[in-house]
């Protein structure tokens, strides 16, 4: 068959006439498709995004504690006093700091009379929109979850979508059952 300059191979059938390019035009086009499939098929099989609320979301709610009535340090993570199950009236002020790095914090005041939880309130302390969103649905929320209940044991799920608040949130109840403790 003949070649023309352009490495095109021509043949010549009655009045019909068939061109082909040569095998490297061929050859260029499938290796683009090559590429392309695999880039596609690269994603087959990735890992999901991981829930901001596990394990593996970090710091997800460390707690100190400065109860009312008390000179302990504010930036403590956890109380010296043991919970005994036992608890005296008075209200407690406890800081619980979250978030990936710890960006985020709350200032929980809770009320505790005849070992019940009589009033609860919260301020929020957000490094972003979003935080501050989820701080003030789970500031109006948590009253109506909390308030009435006994302090002992008291643990709460996630309030208002907002896991990681109710994550310092407990914490927070961790400490203010230490600091609250009276004899055993």
Known sequence: MP????????????????????GVATLSTAAVG??????????????TAVPMNDEYAGNAGESSSAPS?????????????????????GTYAIKGQYGPIG?????????????DITAVSIVGHPSSTISKNHQDAFSQAIPGVVV?????D????TVAGASWTSEAFNKALEVARQEASIGG
Not at 34 to 47: E, M, V, Y
Not at 74 to 86: H, M, R, Y
Not at 103 to 115: F, P, R, W
Request: hydrophobic content about 25%.
């Open 148 to 152: 009435g209940k006994p302090l002992k």
């Open 69 to 89: 009535q008390s000179t302990t340090d504010p930036n403590t993570t956890t109380s010296d006093k043991q919970d005994t199950g036992n608890y005296a009236d």
């Open 3 to 22: 070649e023309d300059r352009n490495g095109t191979l021509t043949k010549s059938n009655g009045a019909e006439r068939h061109t082909r390019k040569s």
């Open 34 to 47: 090559l590429i392309a499939a695999s880039t596609l098929l690269a994603g087959c099989g990735s890992p």
């Open 154 to 157: 008291l643990k709460i799920d």
């Open 103 to 115: 960006e985020d914090s709350i200032d929980v005041s809770l009320t505790v009379a005849d070992q």
